[in-house]
């Protein structure tokens, strides 16, 4: 079965850094880009981050660039989101995605997500 | 950056109806669409992607159609488990976008 199990959420001071960690089971995760998308609380989805199968290339939305830095261990099957300077409005549930990559890209499966919380 | 609308932001329908969503991009983007189901508590689900393919394991009742500005998610006969927020997605370039979001509930 094919799974994404993200963790390292919780709550953090502004200005503070958190880690989260996504990891991978059922595929051959060497194989395919990874994406985070995030979801404020009663709010839409916000695509915030993506990297290829080798780390060749990554991207960032404009609203994280910066302070986050996405990354991957494909031999620990492993997907990280570095945060920091965190601010109020990046509290949200963070998803790990598995992005398929064909002619047109996809998100499948997401993992059940971690809840982010930055409060004084 | 390419924005993504989609219409209405609500939906009260009831089981047995037929609804459409419409989603529509700031440029063309080809079939470059996806679409996506959300329950309350629960991560994204892929329905469709690349405009009009169903993903496997999603129920005939749910299509897709539409290219280049215009798109639209259709449901042909609501069951209860269809009642939930659906988002689309433009994979056409980075950022790929989502719209804001359609949430379907219970008349």
């Known amino acids: 079965e094919v799974q994404l199990v993200e963790s390292g959420g919780g709550l953090v001071k502004p200005g503070g850094s958190l880690r989260l960690s996504c990891a991978a089971s059922?595929?051959?995760?060497?194989?395919?880009?990874m994406n985070w998308v995030r979801q404020a609380p009663g709010k839409g989805l916000e695509w915030v981050s993506s990297?290829?199968?080798?780390?060749?290339?990554?991207y960032y939305a404009d609203s994280v660039k910066g302070r986050f830095t996405i990354s991957r261990d494909n031999a620990k099957n492993s997907l990280y989101l570095q945060m920091n300077s965190l601010r109020a409005e990046d509290t949200a549930v963070y998803y790990c995605?598995?992005?398929?990559?064909?002619?047109?890209?996809?998100?499948?499966?997401w993992g059940q997500g971690t809840l982010v919380t930055v409060s004084s | 950056d390419i924005q993504m609308t989609q219409s209405p932001s609500s939906l009260s329908a009831s089981v047995g109806d037929r609804v459409t969503i419409t989603c529509r991009a700031s440029?063309?983007?080809?079939?470059?669409l996806n679409w996506y189901q959300q329950k309350p508590g629960k991560a994204p689900k892929l329905l469709i992607y690349?405009?009009?393919s169903l993903q496997s394991g999603v129920p005939s009742r749910f299509s897709g159609s539409g290219s280049g500005t215009d798109f639209t998610l259709t449901i042909s006969s609501l069951q209860p488990e269809d009642f939930a927020t659906y988002y689309c997605?433009?994979?056409?370039?980075?950022?790929?976008?989502f719209g804001q979001g359609t949430k379907l509930e219970i008349k």
């Open positions: 995605a598995r992005e398929t990559v064909e002619v047109i890209n996809w998100f499948d499966p």
């Open positions: 059922g595929f051959t995760f060497s194989s395919y880009s």
């Open positions: 990297i290829s199968s080798s780390s060749s290339y990554i």
């Open positions: 440029q063309s983007i080809s079939s470059y």
């Open positions: 690349a405009a009009s």
């Open positions: 997605q433009q994979s056409y370039s980075t950022p790929g976008a």
